[in-house]
């Protein structure tokens, strides 16, 4: 006797049909440019089950029915579904070239501006802006960090970490830029508001018409792209080019690569890309 496969996941608030499922996945992908597999129906029934019970609706399509009707919802929605793991000097090379190769280079070329493209929660250009003060110091320059979640932007724009994230952090560096926390704080430490008022936060979706962000000497987009197809990651790239300089860079992830993506950069080495002068 062969037993079918049940067409449903169970999560908190009952179960997640599989049509149900297509039509999140069908969402994402339409708003966000992100490819839910079949293996992340359970994350979407987990994630989504409390919000159902806050908003006491008894099912999954009568979630989806509210997506429809209301775009602060959605917003809700997008925060729940992405996952944002990050933490400082996140693969580490990338920050020594930026140190060693690029930064020098930019010393005597007006204000430098950077975009982190997706920030998560702020590690990233944190990081950067602390490399961009030991280099730079009192010369103009700026970052730009924008992300899809409206959630870990907040944690962003605070600046305020669990003290054992501190841990990647070189000493020399964390006694300079950070403030560690006190009393109700204890436990924490602060990234010091001069460099917080380095870095403007934004919303941004890739996967749609970007707003007015001027133009950067360097772009890192890294740890994003893992989650768009082929098609998506032509048209984010796409995009995207137009706000990098003539000479500028453009940084990816070591486990991606821009291969079939686009061929207006030129690989300088693993990850990091040129944009030929005009």
Aim: with cysteine; hydrophobic share 40%.
């Amino acid at each position: 006797m062969t037993t079918l496969a049940v067409d449903r996941v169970a999560g908190e608030s009952g179960p997640l049909h599989e049509r149900e499922f297509r039509l999140f996945r069908d969402l994402m992908y339409r708003h966000a440019g992100i490819s839910l597999t079949d293996a992340k129906k359970q994350l979407v029934a987990g994630r989504l089950a409390k919000r159902l019970r806050h908003l006491n609706l008894s099912s999954y399509g009568d979630y989806f029915r509210r997506l429809q009707a209301d775009g602060g919802e959605m917003q809700t929605a997008v925060d729940l579904l992405t996952t944002n793991e990050t933490y400082f000097f996140r693969e580490p090379k990338h920050f020594d070239f930026l140190r060693d190769g690029i930064l020098p280079g930019l010393k005597s070329k007006g204000p430098v501006r950077v975009w982190s493209g997706a920030c998560s929660s702020g590690e990233e250009p944190y990081t950067l802006a602390m490399v961009m003060a030991e280099v730079l110091g009192g010369r103009p320059w700026g970052i730009v960090a924008s992300d899809l979640s409206s959630r870990v932007l907040a944690t962003a724009r605070q600046g305020r970490y669990p003290i054992e994230d501190a841990a990647g952090i070189p000493r020399p560096l964390l006694r300079k830029y950070c403030l560690k926390g006190v009393g109700s704080q204890e436990g924490t430490f602060m990234i010091k508001p001069e460099l917080r008022g380095r870095i403007e936060f934004r919303q941004v979706n890739l996967n749609a018409s970007l707003p007015d962000l001027g133009v950067f000497d360097l772009i890192f987009l890294r740890n994003v792209m893992i989650y768009f197809d082929i098609e998506t990651k032509r048209q984010v790239v796409r995009r995207i080019l137009p706000l990098l300089r003539p000479g500028g860079h453009f940084v990816v992830s070591h486990s991606e690569n821009l291969n079939g993506v686009s061929d207006a950069l030129k690989a300088v080495r693993p990850s990091v890309y040129c944009k030929p002068e005009a």
